[in-house]
């Protein structure tokens, strides 16, 4: 049984079993659920049915006397076996933190300045909300369902976290926790199956908030494509969980402009748009010193410019650098330039073996191998020497913290040679020309000369000119193909009466 013949019969057997359940329902809307009657579909026979029931166990430990009292100790020990008795116990639940935290964490970041102050507007608007519920004064209903669009690396997945956190903070979602996916956690292969793996997705969302990023993958158009499936799975859950459910869809700007306005139904929920702008260079830098920051390593004196130059001559584009995710790159490419630089410091691999003695190890087995191949046949082996006693280990060459700790232009300047051996041909083309790639002499290059109209009209015309006599010459080979065919089918032609 091949591939194809797998996937016809767990289709068949999807269908088999939904209308199945079909006719049961439409039995039970027309007979009612009745357990007595053999022939319903919800019938139970009353010998199984005692069989996996258990008798109630009667003890008349634990019973309220007149006045309702328990004895003393049966009161725990009948709630402890309630306890046991029902399913297992509930997830814990993070307290809700402090709003204000969550807000200083979130201005720490680096650039997002629009995104701060709308998350700013959509705390105050809650909370207000909040306290006119409080109060008794009627309230409009919330959408807090959001797109998030931008280039990668703009930190949509770090803000989404944030605002799972501030919902849980203002008491709209329970549990507070993120749910990250896209279109591979929600599409199943099969049909059926889609709508089964959306819905469990959403059973652990809920509470939360669902993360849905590069959801434009969803609306594709294809015939044979269960992404539609998907969507009207979440539109659904997002009605019916509007309490306790949030959800966030991410992606590129202009394609989630059309995946939003492609579904009416999402166009209505998704009412609230945040848009994450590119780094700027003096942005990538900071993110640059805070990764250092927060890793422990300090720059030395010229390694922040260097670093400048680094991520200039990288973002040549701002979707395949990846902004923030890009910076993070470049920082660990230089910790291991960084990484190699100490280590020849510190005597390179020789010394390490020397301190570990593995070296010496290595040089004591070969000579015990050349001593089993000279010895000849049927000689003993001699005794071997007691073991010598135990030296001190050894300790590697020290690096003091300052080493360890700083990047310097050296390091800087390794990776990005490093990274050049990466580039295309294209690329190294560009950059000899002091475009825009690497700038090997630190300098802007020189702007090109203006020209005069009359220039500018001149150049024109000489391209229209040589466009005119590509046509031309085009015109004519085509002629003369034509004019051999014709030559061809005449020749044939006359052939063909010679044999007649």
């Keep these: 049984m091949d591939k194809k013949d797998e996937i016809i019969l767990q289709q ?8 199945e359940h079909s006719l049961k329902n439409m039995s039970s809307d027309i007979f009612g659920r009745t357990t007595l009657d053999p022939e319903s579909p919800f019938y139970v026979d009353p010998a199984k049915k005692a069989k996996t029931e258990k008798p109630e166990q009667k003890t008349g430990k634990g019973k309220p006397d007149e006045k309702g009292n328990v004895p003393a100790g049966q009161g725990a020990a009948n709630k402890k076996g309630a306890e046991t008795a029902d399913a ?10 402090p709003i204000e935290k969550i807000k200083a964490e979130l201005d720490a970041y ?34 807090l369902h959001m797109v998030f669009s931008g280039n990668p690396g703009t930190g949509k997945s770090t803000v989404a976290r944030i605002m799972a956190r ?16 896209d279109r591979a956690g929600l599409v199943a292969g099969y049909v059926g199956q889609t709508a089964i793996k959306t819905a469990e997705v959403i059973e652990r969302a809920k509470g939360g ?14 015939e044979n494509d269960f992404g539609q499936e998907a969507i009207d799975t979440i539109l659904k859950a997002m009605e019916d969980n509007r309490e306790d459910l949030v959800v966030i869809v991410a992606g590129y700007d202009k394609l989630m402009d059309d995946f939003v306005h492609s579904n009416p139904g999402l166009e209505s929920r998704f009412n609230r748009y945040l848009h994450f702008d590119d780094y700027t260079l003096d942005e990538m830098v900071a993110i640059f010193e805070l990764f250092a920051k927060k890793g422990y390593y300090e720059l030395a004196e010229g390694t922040k410019e260097a670093v400048r130059e680094f991520i200039d001559e990288s973002n040549t584009n701002s979707i395949s650098f990846g902004n923030g995710r890009g910076v993070r790159n470049i920082f660990e490419h230089i910790l291991v330039c960084q990484a190699n630089r100490l280590a020849e410091e510190a005597g390179g691999l020789a010394a390490y073996d020397e301190v570990s003695g593995a070296a010496k190890k290595k040089e004591e087995e070969e000579k015990k191998a050349e001593g ?26 020290k690096l003091t913290r300052e080493q360890l700790m700083l990047i310097t232009p050296a390091d800087v ?3 990005r040679k490093d ?19 690497a700038r090997d002499t630190g300098k802007a290059p020189e702007a090109a000369p203006q020209k005069s109209p009359e220039e500018e009209l001149k150049e024109l015309l000489a391209e229209l000119s040589e466009s005119v006599k590509d046509v031309k010459q085009e015109r004519v080979e085509q002629k003369e193909q034509k004019a051999k065919k014709k030559r061809k089918g005449l020749l044939s032609g006359a052939l063909d009466d010679d044999e007649k």
């Design 372 to 397: 089993a191949e000279t010895r000849p046949e049927g000689a003993e082996a001699k005794a071997e020497p007691a073991e010598p006693k135990k030296e001190e280990p050894k300790k590697l060459p």
């Design 419 to 437: 990274a050049r051996e990466g580039w295309s041909p294209a690329a190294r083309k560009e950059s000899d020309r002091g475009g825009s790639g």
């Design 12 to 19: 068949l057997e999807v269908i088999r079993s939904m209308t």
């Design 209 to 222: 908030l669902l993360f849905i990023d590069e959801a434009y993958a969803l609306s594709n158009k294809s």
């Design 413 to 415: 300047e390794q990776a």
């Design 166 to 181: 501030v919902y849980h903070s203002l008491g709209i979602l329970s549990k507070g926790h993120l749910v990250e996916v």
């Design 88 to 97: 297992a116990p509930a997830e814990e639940v993070e307290p809700p933190e």
């Design 110 to 143: 680096v650039g997002l300045r629009g995104i701060k102050r709308e998350v700013n507007n959509l705390i105050s608007m809650v909370m207000v909300h909040n306290m006119r519920k409080e109060a008794g004064l009627p309230v409009t209903d919330l959408s």
